[in-house]
């Protein structure tokens, strides 16, 4: 009897030791089925959310074209006062500003809607798309630029300037290039030719 009990004992305790290898394997792979996941859904998910962001402020960012006042009149600016000025050498609705010349003159563009204030006429405002996909704005078929020696808003120290042989000017209303000096209420020095400031002006803005 006593020997009939022990063939007996290590069969019952093998199924007992083999279940409890089984539920410890199978816990050790939630767990690191488990981890697996967790390490990997913030990775996944961190992108997602900064793309979607990112996709959520492009597609809510416009620019605004308006006017401001000078003494050689109203003149073109963007939303925030800053002026922008057309390039005697560009075609119709194409720049030829790149490289150099757009670190120092730096392209108007736009990631969302252009809308026209002021005295902009919004059947005038447009964009072209650059080599790099950018899209530029364009007023009247003129592509507009900032100039990287204006700290801000109120400055039109590119005014006149020859910078990359041909000038800038600013633009107004109707769509010319405004040719006389500049001076800005706002307090801002006159504006003269800036032919150093233009050509050698490669900081960008």
């Known amino acids: 009897m006593s020997a009939s009990a022990g063939i007996r004992t290590p069969?019952?305790?093998r199924p007992g030791a083999v279940l409890a290898v089984?539920?410890?394997?199978a816990l050790l792979t939630a767990a690191c089925s488990s981890g697996s996941s967790g390490s990997s859904t913030p990775a996944a998910a961190t992108p997602a959310g900064g793309s979607a962001t990112s996709a959520a402020a492009a597609a809510g960012s416009g620019l605004v074209i308006t006017t401001k006042s000078g003494s050689a009149g109203a003149f073109l600016?963007?939303?925030s006062g800053r002026a922008v000025y057309l390039w005697s050498k560009d075609a119709m609705d194409s720049s030829a500003c790149s490289g150099a010349c757009a670190g120092a003159w730096p392209p108007v563009t736009a990631?969302?809607?252009v809308t026209a204030s002021g005295g902009v006429n919004k059947a005038d405002l447009s964009t072209i798309t650059r080599s790099g996909g950018a899209k530029q704005v364009v007023y009247d078929g003129h592509p507009l630029y900032?100039?990287?020696g204006d700290s801000g808003p109120g400055q039109?120290?590119?005014q006149g300037s020859d910078g990359f042989g041909a000038k800038w000017w600013l633009v107004d209303p109707a769509g010319t290039s405004i040719t006389a000096a500049m001076t800005v209420s706002?307090?801002?020095s006159p504006s003269a030719p800036a032919s150093p400031a233009g050509g050698g002006a490669g900081g960008g803005y």
């Open 11 to 13: 069969g019952a305790i």
């Open 111 to 113: 990631t969302g809607a």
């Open 22 to 25: 089984a539920l410890g394997t």
């Open 156 to 158: 039109v120290n590119g």
């Open 186 to 188: 706002s307090g801002a």
């Open 77 to 79: 600016t963007d939303g």
């Open 146 to 148: 900032y100039f990287s």
